[in-house]
């Protein structure tokens, strides 16, 4: 049973807070959103989460956990990071990157055996780049290079999966593909999203940042409000419930008057 979680987290830099006093979990199998406007620390947090950068305050928890206190390779084989923009300067080809998933797991230079090389073949099938293996990780599209990293993370067969935009360049079936095999991978899930239609059908929770706090966290049907939009956003729409799935679909109404966000302090829980 795998469950993250913040406590307390902060991050500042310059005498500035870009993640403040954070509070968050995810409990085991859950797909759990970060929404909120850019610079609300959606990345921030997500590389606090994954270990690139070290709190300012606070802990990152995986099952009680301390995960700065763990190193790099021992973080590795429990959490797996899809990144927004996929480094496109690898002079490898699209297996060879997908098959360094395995290095948490292995011994400096041991090879790769029968085992591993299926898990690469199967993660590329699945993902739907089986066709580009031997082509150069640098050649691909946007969209490719973020499939190959997804079929990276599944390799390596983390208890956690972090993404940060996974729908990022990717036309419309593969974001609802993507974002369909990560609900599916019965793994615990942090993953920021820009798209509230997408996070409203796809996450079991959602926490709203702004400013680098939360907000509001709950259910899409909790937090994906008019209110809360205007306020967090400094939008007019409409929230409805799609009478086919069931999620909340937000709907955005043109102004000729452009409404600044408000200061939102209350949390729903």
């Given at each position: 049973m795998t469950e993250l979680r913040t406590e307390g987290l902060s991050y500042g830099i310059g005498g500035r807070h870009l993640v403040d006093d954070v509070d968050l979990t995810a409990t085991h199998g859950e797909t759990v959103g970060l929404v909120g406007p850019n610079g609300s620390g959606k990345t921030t947090l997500l590389r606090c989460v994954y270990g690139t950068l070290p709190p300012t305050h606070g802990r990152v928890l995986l099952d009680g956990d301390d995960l700065h206190a763990m190193g790099a390779k021992a973080r590795a084989r429990r959490i797996a990071t899809v990144p927004q923009d996929g480094q496109a300067g690898f002079e490898l080809t699209v297996r060879e990157v997908v098959a360094m998933g395995r290095s948490p797991h292995k011994r400096f230079w041991e090879a790769d055996t029968g085992t591993d090389a299926e898990l690469v073949r199967s993660a590329l099938t699945r993902v739907g780049v089986a066709d580009l293996a031997e082509r150069g990780?640098?050649?691909?599209?946007?969209?490719?290079?973020?499939?190959?990293?997804?079929?990276?993370?599944?390799?390596?067969?983390p208890s956690l999966v972090v993404l940060d935009e996974p729908t990022n360049h990717l036309d419309i079936r593969y974001q609802l593909e993507i974002l369909s095999l990560v609900r599916e991978l019965?793994?615990?899930?942090?993953?920021?999203?820009h798209d509230l239609n997408l996070a409203a059908y796809y996450c079991d929770r959602i926490y709203v940042l702004a400013a680098g706090?939360?907000?509001?966290?709950?259910?899409?049907?909790?937090?994906?409000?008019?209110?809360?939009?205007?306020?967090?956003y400094g939008v007019s729409a409409e929230v409805s419930i799609h009478p086919a799935t069931g999620a909340p679909t937000v709907v955005y109404l043109p102004s000729t008057h452009a409404r600044p966000p408000v200061e939102h302090n209350s949390t729903t829980m």
């Open positions: 990780f640098a050649s691909l599209s946007g969209g490719e290079r973020q499939r190959a990293l997804m079929a990276r993370a599944l390799v390596q067969q019965g793994t615990t899930n942090l993953l920021a999203l706090r939360i907000v509001a966290s709950g259910t899409p049907k909790e937090v994906l409000t008019a209110d809360l939009l205007h306020a967090v």
